[in-house]
């Protein structure tokens, strides 16, 4: 059974920074990659950043570029998001997805599986 688990997320103050984690468990770790997404009311989730497990190449969005940063411990099957210099319009719930190609073009509909997702929320 593939598991994905977020943590991480808190209440902080502006100019503050997070770092969340996604726990991976039940499938191939090389086979797949992970991307970090987060909710945006009336619209689909939010691309932030992926990776591909099988070689580290990492990818950004224009939302995450320059604040946050994507990285992977892979013996703990753990993806990271690192998020500098919070703003309060990044208050939402962040979560993880996996899915079992690169993620070259990917988006929301691309993920095979997702957490239940972690909050973050930041104050003025």
């Known amino acids: 059974e593939v598991r994905l688990v977020e943590s991480g997320g808190a209440f902080v103050q502006a100019g503050g920074s997070l770092r969340l984690s996604c726990a991976a468990s039940g499938f191939t770790w090389d086979d797949y990659s992970i991307g970090w997404f987060r909710h945006v009311p009336g619209k689909a989730r939010q691309g932030l950043s992926c990776i591909n497990n099988s070689n580290g190449k990492t990818f950004y969005t224009d939302s995450a570029k320059g604040r946050f940063t994507i990285f992977s411990d892979n013996e703990k099957r753990t993806v990271y998001l690192q998020m500098n210099n919070l703003k309060p319009e990044d208050t939402t719930v962040y979560y993880c997805?996996?899915?079992?190609?690169?993620?070259?073009?990917?988006?929301?509909?691309?993920?095979?599986?997702w957490g239940r997702g972690t909050q973050v929320t930041v104050s003025s």
């Open positions: 997805g996996a899915m079992q190609r690169s993620c070259s073009g990917y988006t929301a509909r691309s993920m095979d599986y």
